[in-house]
Each structure stands twice: as C-alpha cells, then as structure tokens.
C-alpha cells in the first residue's frame, strides 16, 4: 500500500474513525439485538452517541456522509436512535456562489442563462456535498429545477475512494471479518452508485425510463428532463411542488384515506423490480415528493438497480414466499440464488429463517419489518458462509424505505398483503404475456428445430449403442495423470534407494586395498561416491525446480 504524502491526511481520518469505533460495542452488540429483532433505543447504552456518529461522518467529508445516508437503511447493523440519526445526515456545507453557478451553467448548455431562462433565482432550493438545485423558469415560463453539480467534487471522491479501495483490500487479506463481508465489494459498490450520481447524462436518461415505465399510474409523477437545457453536470428538470412524503400532518393523516396511493406506490415498485428490472434504487422519503394535488413525485434518479431475466424471476418467487409467510420456501430461494461456501452452515441457515419468518408473520406497516426481514436474512447468510446477491439487499432497502413512507400514510396498512397480491397479479400478467402469438410462435419455432434434429440425434445414438462406440464423458480426476504420479514417486524411491547403496558401498570399498588411487584414496570408492553425488544433485534439482514448476501450471 502506497503512503504518499497527499494521502496521510485521508488515511488519517480513515484509520482515526476505525480506531474508534471498532472495538466499541455499538455495531457488534446492535447487529445481535437486530438478528432477535429487539433494537436498542437508549442512547447512553452506547459509548458513542447518535450525534457524535453524525458528525464524525460530517467532519471525514462528503464520501463518509454518502456512506452515512447507506447505512442508515441497515437496522441489522444499528440501533434505532442511531438509525434515525443517520438518515437526517445532511452536508453542512456553503452555497455554490452565484458567479460560479452562472459560469457552470452557461460553460455546460453552451448559452447565457438570460437566453435559456426567462427567471433563474440566485438563492438555491437545496444545496449538498455533490450540487445544489436552483429553481428556474424557461422562455415559454413553464417552471423548472435546475441542479448544478459541484465543481472538483469527482475529483474528491475519487480519491476518498482509491483510499478506501486499498485499505478495504488491505483488510480483506489480513480480518476474516472483512472477508466474511466482503468489505471490498462494499466498497466498489459504494463506488458504482457515487460514480452514477456523479453523471447528470445518466440520471436525465433513468428519468425517461422511469417516466415511461410508470406512465399507467395516474398518481405518480416522475419529472422529465429538459435535454436541451442538461448536459453532465447540469440537469434541468420539470419543478415539481411538494413537500417530504413523510412530513403530512396528523391531522391530514386522519382525514384523508391513503390506502389506495399507498397500495399503488406498492405496485409501481413491484413492477420496477419484477417486471421492468430497472428500479429507482433510492427511495428514501426525501426523494418522495407529496404533491398539492395529493400525487406522488419520485425525484432523484442518481441510484437506479438493474435486474437481469433470471433475477427478476427469483425476486418474484422470493417475495411470494415471505408474502405467504413460508419459511422453508424462502430459505430454498435464497440457496439456490446464492453463492453457497464449503462450511457453510445450511441446517442453521433454514431453521432461522423459518423462525424469523414465522415472528413477523402478523406485523403491520408500522411495525416496519418487510424490509428490514430482507436485510436481517441478508447478515443471517452471511455469518452462515451463504453469499446473497447484492440485488437481494438492495430489495431489502427498498422496501425498509416503504415501510417508513407507508407507516406514515397508513400505519394499519398490510404490506404483506398488498405484495402477495401484487405479485400473483403480475405473475398472471407474465404467463399471459408469453402466450401472445409472437412469444408463442417463437416457442413453436425452437420446437420444430428441436423435433428437426431429434431423428438424426436418436440415428447417431442408437447406431454408437449398436455398434459399441457409445461413450459418456465424465468431467472427474485425470486416471492418467494418477498413474504417471505414482510411477514418478516409484521412480524416486529406487534411485534414492541406489544412490544409498552407492554410498554405502563406496565407503565399504574405502577398507579395501587397491592400486588405482585418486586423490590418495581408493579410485573404485571416489567413481561411487562421484557417481552418487551428481545423482543426488540431479534427483534434487528436479524435485525442487521441476516439480515447482509442474504445480505451478496447474
């Protein structure tokens, strides 16, 4: 690992947080509580308190706040207080100064902001760690967000990363800890999801996908991009007016009945994850935005997840079996969409998760448990040698931030329900979806090749039965090779068994008088002793350098 003087001071704050907080208590002995399912509310049965987790987070830099906001949707890892805490981080840090806004803005869409914009309000709406959004108005005054982002920012995180990187990598070969959790692969995906909100093109894009995707749901609004006005560090967007979905007052709550938006919001994210395979990743309730005319926006499509055909088909299945509380079905799921490890801990494994599933089988939207059960089996796998997918825990943490949207607009709302019912819909939808004519013919015509070639196949089999030429290849040790070993070992033995007998037998033949001398001792005895000295030279350097060799390749 490489010292350099303009990393000491990263490497500082890095090493001074882990000194820390490593041997506290607070993450061991909150991960134990969170596997019982009791988390521990009381700040003072912690040696450091919400507030000073915060703002040693706050004082690392904007990188370490990023990774703050991620943990806090990890109730496996910490206590509530400290939960709570971590998802109001926020970047105390100053505005971009006007001069500097206009300069970007103007640099980055290629015109003077008083041509692109009828209005541009100097103050910002929002300003954090990576850019900050102004509110705007186009020429046609149709109103707008404007989000800049901060100059020299991906330049600082890619150094906070390539730090993390060789301490991460540094930590994995020396803590089975480390490698238990793949600190690494943390840290790369930390690095993916930085590197995508870093790209303003990319989130301009996950908007039309996601506005596409969404357009059937009457009341969900996803603001679409203005492309003529963004470029990758400038995205101007539709301005949508509302306020954190999580702020309604009680007494809005009591008047206005939100269970059907909250059972659509519920289906819009069952479709993204089941369905579409491209999800917004981040649904956090300040990026769910509750309109006046009570819609939902979603905003912020910086982190988006993709899941491949055959994941998408195991979410679906996974979730049917946690919405039907069975136990034993969802541990068979997880087996057989993870990376399962030699000592791995399976009758463990599946007794717990049946357990676990079973005690939350009655909980409500209140009780907040589907996403944090996803999350909780996630570490249960983990300590049992069992390598989840990543998609698995970022369902799990999408699904802990409905559960805190829908605790606020329905608290009695039955999650459970709403997505067995959901799924089995869209699991519907599927099969009728491939029994359309053109997925239909589709499976006719890889029939008829199939029924083509089958004749010909049976021909060839059955003439190799007839005429014994039939042979099935087994992919098992080399016989060969065994055998070629063995006569090697064979072979070593009785040339160290004659270059003992020529040693003996030399020395023996040193009493015996003779007339032929070398070196003044008898000749016969030094050819023996020659003779066994360059085969043991030999026989040696093909043990030590051959043979390393040999291992080497394979």
Do not use: C
């Amino acid at each position: 690992m490489s010292v350099l003087p303009d990393h000491l001071l990263r490497y500082q704050k890095f090493i001074g947080f882990m000194l820390k907080y490593w041997n506290s208590d607070l993450f061991g002995n909150a991960a134990s509580k969170a596997m019982e399912g009791n988390t521990a509310n009381s700040e003072n049965s912690y040696e450091q308190t919400p507030n000073e987790l915060v703002e040693d987070l706050k004082n690392m830099g904007p990188t370490y706040i990023k990774m703050g906001q991620l943990l806090s949707t990890r109730p496996d890892l910490l206590p509530d207080d400290y939960l709570k805490a971590l998802a109001t981080l926020q970047d105390d840090v100053p505005a971009i100064p006007y001069n500097e806004v206009q300069q970007i803005v103007e640099e980055e869409i290629g015109t003077k902001i008083s041509k692109a914009f009828k209005s541009f309000e100097e103050k910002p709406l929002a300003s954090a760690s990576i850019g900050q959004v102004h509110k705007a108005s186009l020429r046609s005054g149709k109103p707008v967000a404007v989000k800049i982002q901060r100059p020299g920012i991906k330049k600082q995180f890619l150094l906070d990363l390539d730090t993390l990187k060789e301490l991460a990598e540094l930590a994995v070969k020396h803590s089975t800890t480390a490698k238990k959790y793949a600190f690494d692969d943390v840290l790369a995906e930390l690095r993916r999801i930085l590197l995508q909100e870093l790209d303003y093109n990319r989130e301009a894009q996950n908007l039309i996908t996601l506005g596409e995707n969404l357009k059937s749901f009457k009341d969900l609004i996803v603001p679409q991009p203005i492309q003529d006005y963004s470029s990758g560090k400038v995205l101007t967007m539709e301005y949508i007016e509302g306020q954190k979905i999580t702020s309604i007052s009680p007494l809005k709550q009591i008047e206005v009945d939100y269970a059907p938006l909250v059972d659509q919001l519920v289906n819009a994210y069952l479709k993204q994850v089941i369905n579409d395979g491209f999800v917004h990743a981040d649904p956090h309730p300040g990026n769910i935005q509750f309109t006046k005319d009570d819609k939902i926006a979603l905003i912020d499509l910086g982190m988006v997840a993709r899941f491949s055909p055959a994941m998408k088909n195991y979410i679906l299945e996974l979730l049917l079996a946690i919405s039907s509380n069975n136990g034993e079905e969802t541990a068979r799921i997880l087996l057989n969409m993870s990376e399962v490890t030699e000592n791995a801990n399976l009758k463990y494994f599946k007794k717990t998760i049946s357990d676990i599933i079973m005690a939350s089988e009655h909980s409500t939207a209140k009780d907040m448990q589907t996403g944090r059960l996803l999350i909780q089996l996630n570490r249960l796998a983990a300590e049992n040698g069992i390598h989840l997918p990543v998609e698995v825990n970022i369902l799990g943490k999408i699904l802990l931030n409905m559960d805190q949207i829908i605790a606020v607009l329905d608290p009695d709302f039955d999650l459970r329900d709403a997505i067995k019912r959901h799924a089995n819909k869209i699991m519907r939808d599927k099969m009728y979806e491939e029994l359309k004519p053109e997925n239909f013919f589709s499976s006719v015509l890889a029939s008829k090749k199939f029924i083509e070639y089958l004749p010909d196949r049976l021909n060839t089999i059955s003439k190799n039965l007839s005429e014994n030429e039939f042979s099935i290849k087994i992919d098992a040790f080399d016989e060969k090779r065994v055998t070629d070993g063995f006569q090697k070992v064979a072979n070593r033995i009785t040339l160290g068994l004659i270059i003992a007998a020529m040693i003996i037998g030399a020395a023996m033949l040193m009493q015996v008088p003779s007339d032929f001398m070398i070196l003044g001792y008898p000749g016969l005895a030094m050819i023996f002793f020659l003779l066994a000295a360059i085969g043991g030279i030999i026989l040696s350097y093909i043990i030590v350098f051959r043979d390393e060799n040999l291992n080497n390749k394979d």
